[in-house]
């Protein structure tokens, strides 16, 4: 959907604004710049005029005047409301058959079915939040801890964006200074000998490559760390799977190859979402069923953020390490950082390190007695690149990373250009992709498919 098509969509709208369920309270939300008091009127029975912000109460009819619940109408006109246009709510009992007749009743009256993200798609067309508040919004909503929710308001109260504006601002003033050199020559502006425009320009890569890693911890918030748990049949992965998230989700039995398919468990460290995912022993087998879930384990294993590669510290470590680490190297030869060896059942035997020397980020522990699980813990965050950081980080999404990283090499790229070959033009048309990825975070600058594929995503009523 183009953005043209997005700007001309203002008919009302009408969406239930609370969770599915029943609740004690449910809320029905319309929106749109058309008059929104024939709704009131059928609604109520009556003509009654809405005091803005004010609750108003009254028995809510269907279209044959029956009493459908009673409940509150708030009305917010524009553009003094969320969307920027005129909003009603109608704040009734959650039951969900009530709910789904007082929104027919809307439909019925001239509103359509609201798309997901839609409410918040138009605050964003009528200027009333940036790209990134309204994702901000999607990010609160969906936010698995207490930080989360703290760094997803951040990015609501528009720190991110301040931010991004901000290099945006020193990026258009680096590039007057530039273009006015090469359009004026005769007002002898000689910026290639200028000291103070490298130390900008180098300032200004470094900025963005801070900004970048506040951006990667703050998805990391988001979208959580995916940890894969790898290795032979009766490693003791489905028991470190439980001893990890505290319940007894994995079958843990002596018979090697018990779990076939892959597991997946989610829990909350340190206030960073983990998604824990079991697979099955990698191992050759005739059992086409166990074959398909190796299959599965190394296909998970490829798009892990981290792998922990269990190993049975009491049954021969040495050669199965031998056999498991080249096997990974061979498939993943750029990805062996990613990896934890962890030497697990060490209350059975006295662990040693492992022989290969390639193998550095080490851990020996026991899932059944909890002995080096606080290691692990720590060393897990480590290796997924989190850091301890202050409460300054906001929400960021992986497309405004790659968006920082891509205005981060353009700028790169004007000053290798400018420091080989004097090249201002270059530099200015570096400095100019630059700043157009930076306005793709907030909304500035919109790819035509951008917009619809956002606010699909948000659930409906938002």
């Known amino acids: ?42 609604l109520l029975g009556r003509e009654q005029q809405l005091t803005p912000r004010q609750a108003h109460y009254g028995s809510l009819l269907d279209a044959e005047g029956h009493t459908v619940d009673q409940g509150l109408l708030l009305y917010f006109p524009s553009p003094h409301s969320f969307t920027g246009e005129n ?58 801890s207490a930080r989360a929710v703290r760094s997803a308001n951040r990015s609501l109260q528009g720190e991110f964006s301040k931010q991004i504006h901000q290099l945006v601002e020193r990026m258009i003033q680096l590039r007057v200074y530039i273009e006015a050199a090469i359009d004026f020559p005769e007002e002898e502006i000689d910026f290639l000998a200028d000291d103070s425009m490298r130390r900008d320009l180098s300032c200004l890569a470094q900025d963005l490559q801070q900004i970048k890693m506040s951006a990667q911890q703050g998805a990391l918030l988001r979208d959580g760390i995916t940890v894969v748990l790898a290795g032979k049949p009766n490693a003791g992965k489905s028991s470190l799977l439980n001893a990890l998230s505290k319940q007894d ?62 190993v049975d510290a009491s049954d021969s470590q040495t050669a199965e390490l031998e056999t498991l680490w080249p096997d990974y190297l061979q498939r993943f030869p750029n990805d062996r950082h990613k990896v934890m060896v962890l030497l697990n059942k060490i209350d059975l035997c ?17 899932a059944k007695t909890g002995a080096g699980m606080d290691t692990l813990r720590a060393e897990l965050l480590k290796t997924a690149g989190f850091q301890e950081f202050s409460e300054d980080v906001f929400c960021a999404r992986r497309r405004h990373i790659d968006a920082v990283s891509k205005a981060f090499h353009s700028v790169q790229s004007g000053i290798d250009q400018l420091m080989a070959a004097n090249a201002g033009e270059l530099l200015a048309e570096d400095l100019r992709q630059a700043q157009q990825y930076l306005g793709e ?22």
């Open 87 to 144: 909003v009603l709510e109608i704040h009734g009992h959650g039951g969900p058959t009530v709910l789904d007749m007082l929104v027919n009743r809307c439909l019925e009256l001239g509103a359509r079915s609201a798309r997901p993200g839609e409410f918040s798609e138009r605050a964003f067309l009528n200027n009333k939040l940036d790209l990134v508040q309204a994702e901000a919004i999607a990010d609160l909503i969906d936010a698995a």
């Open 249 to 310: 989700r994995a079958i843990v039995t002596p018979i090697a190859g018990t779990t076939r398919d892959v597991l997946r468990e989610k829990i909350t460290m340190d206030g960073v979402p983990l998604n824990i995912v079991d697979t099955a022993g990698l191992r050759d087998t005739q059992d086409r069923v166990e074959q398909q879930g190796v299959l599965r384990a190394w296909g998970e294993i490829e798009t892990a953020d981290v792998v922990l590669l269990v």
């Open 1 to 42: 959907m183009t953005e043209t098509a997005l700007k001309n969509s203002t008919d009302t709208i009408v969406a239930i604004a609370t969770g599915a369920g029943r609740a004690g309270v449910g809320v029905i939300r319309l929106s749109g710049t058309d008059d929104l008091q024939p709704f009131v009127n059928a």
């Open 350 to 366: 006295n662990a040693s390190g492992p022989a290969s020397a390639e193998v550095a980020n080490v851990i020996q522990l026991s």
């Open 441 to 462: 975070i907030t909304g500035e600058v919109t790819p035509d498919d951008l917009l619809g594929h956002i606010f699909s995503s948000f659930c409906i009523g938002k």
